[in-house]
């Protein structure tokens, strides 16, 4: 089990501002994940996020009327509905926990959800490789 | 070696750092300085007050029943956005963990990292500076504010009238206030002088002085008083209105603004505006609601360990997410081993 397991280092995938102040990760690969993970297998990853967290802030006609209703209603409704932006990071929650028990528990790493650092940072945190010592 | 270990869990928000008082247990969120707050809650509800109770049966008969109706849920409308500005998590940027501020440091000897990064945003080169309290790049727009000793995303200003930052989670809560503000006070206003000129109109002023000889100077006083509250908070409140639906066309924020980031020819263009004042006003306004990114109501394990031999306790605090709200305080003994 986990608990045994030691952790190597903590890699930190930075926010990609290039198209503004938008949720976005860079895709870029760290060189820590070399010899763990394949480059396209990660850069999918990070891509989907990014595609998720674009569709929560995304300003379209569904945000519009969520606003506008909510103004109107003078945000009492929130009170017993979701707002969109939570509706996706639950998806995005779910996600991650499915890749993280389908491709990187088995190779030794671990995502940490964006927002438990406050949408700063993608912590992947490395474990020592097990199978080396088998 | 015996040792007693008590494991409590607590609330996210009791071991946040910052200057920020927290109330209904993690739920309210505002700065610690809260005296101009209660005196603009003071201010509203005493002003509302005198007008229903002293302008509105009066008018309610004399001219339209609709009146109080509509000042009622326009105050309502009012108390409901300055509540949610003041309460309301800002857009606070929770401070780096050791592991990830360690990213940054380097060894004694070495040369420091540099302390600021420029990223480019839509062709325009942004210098993001790093927070020595927060140990973080501050994102773009983002600010720290002294007063609350915190980062805050979008970072508009401190404002003390509403006891908080007004940043990217509560800036359109803060300019809905305004605006309603606004209207409510030039409603009322008005409302005070039709009513002071209906009431000489319909007698005259010895004739009303007649009729209630000992209520009518006095409420002549209160309206006048309500007039002269009125007539100040209307320069500001509306100035303050204004100023703001300058900001929201361009896309800036006060900071921003103040500090001169996008004015002149030298300092380039605004990188965050859409070039279109319906679709900055759409964003800033109608766009999405970002949630807080301050888990200020889940739990963590505190373990305080007292052993026999070092009388101090010792707290070690585990991050432990749950969901459902337990406050336990388990006692149990055991032997110190080494760890």
């Not at chain 1, 017993?80 to 890749?99: D, F, G, R, S």
């Not at chain 2, 996210?12 to 610690?32: H, I, Q, S, Y």
């Not at chain 2, 339209?64 to 956005?81: E, H, S, T, Y």
């Not at chain 2, 609601?289 to 707290?315: F, K």
Request: charged letters at 20%; proline letters at 5%; a positive charge.
């Amino acid at each position: 089990m986990r608990q045994q397991a030691a952790i190597t280092a903590k890699v930190f995938i930075q926010r990609d501002y290039s198209s503004g102040t938008m949720c976005q990760f860079q895709t870029k690969f760290p060189s820590e994940l070399e010899n763990r993970i394949d480059k396209q297998q990660f850069e999918e990853t990070v891509r989907a996020l990014n595609n998720m967290y674009a569709e929560a802030e995304k300003l379209g006609s569904q945000s519009y009327i969520e606003g506008c209703l909510a103004c109107l209603t003078a945000y009492t409704v929130f009170l017993c509905m979701e707002t969109h932006y939570e509706k996706v990071l639950k998806k995005i929650a779910k996600y991650i926990q499915e890749q993280n028990d389908k491709i990187y528990a088995p190779r030794g790493l671990l995502l940490t959800d964006p927002i438990e650092r406050g949408l700063r940072v993608v912590e992947i945190t490395i474990f020592e490789d097990r199978s080396l010592t088998r | 070696m015996s040792a007693v270990m008590i494991t409590r869990k607590v609330r996210k928000w009791e071991k946040l750092p910052g200057k920020n008082t927290f109330c209904c247990d993690g739920r309210v969120m505002m700065a610690r300085q809260k005296g101009v707050f209660y005196l603009t809650l003071f201010l509203i509800t005493g002003t509302c007050a005198l007008f229903f109770a002293f302008e509105c049966p009066y008018l309610a008969v004399h001219l339209c029943p609709a009146i109080p109706v509509f000042a009622v849920l326009l105050f309502l409308f009012v108390m409901a956005m300055l509540l949610r500005t003041s309460f309301s998590d800002p857009g606070v940027l929770p401070r780096a963990l050791p592991e990830e501020a360690a990213n940054g440091n380097v060894p004694a000897g070495q040369r420091p990292p540099p302390r600021i990064r420029n990223v480019q945003i839509n062709n325009q080169i942004v210098k993001l500076k790093y927070c020595y309290t927060c140990k973080i790049f501050r994102p773009p727009r983002a600010s720290h504010c002294s007063i609350c000793d915190n980062c805050v995303d979008r970072f508009d200003h401190h404002c003390p009238w509403v006891g908080n930052c007004v940043g990217k989670r509560n800036y359109r809560y803060f300019y809905l206030f305004t605006l309603s503000l606004s209207l409510l006070t030039i409603y009322i206003f008005t409302f005070d002088i039709v009513h002071v000129v209906m009431r000489s109109m319909n007698g005259g002023f010895l004739n009303t002085l007649k009729e209630t000889p000992g209520t009518y100077p006095l409420k002549l006083s209160l309206t006048v008083l309500e007039v002269l509250v009125c007539f100040f908070t209307l320069w500001s409140v509306v100035g303050l209105t204004g100023f703001h639906t300058y900001l929201i066309s361009l896309n800036q924020t006060t900071n921003e603004d103040i500090k001169g980031s996008w004015s002149g020819k030298n300092r380039g263009q605004n990188p965050y505006s859409h070039k279109n004042i319906i679709k900055n006003c759409c964003e800033v306004l109608c766009g999405p609601t970002y949630p807080s990114v301050l888990d200020r109501r889940g739990l963590l394990q505190e373990d305080t360990l007292i052993s026999s031999s070092n009388p101090v306790p010792q707290t070690t605090v585990s991050a432990h997410k749950h969901t459902h709200a337990l406050f336990l305080i388990v006692v149990s003994s055991f032997r110190h081993t080494d760890s």
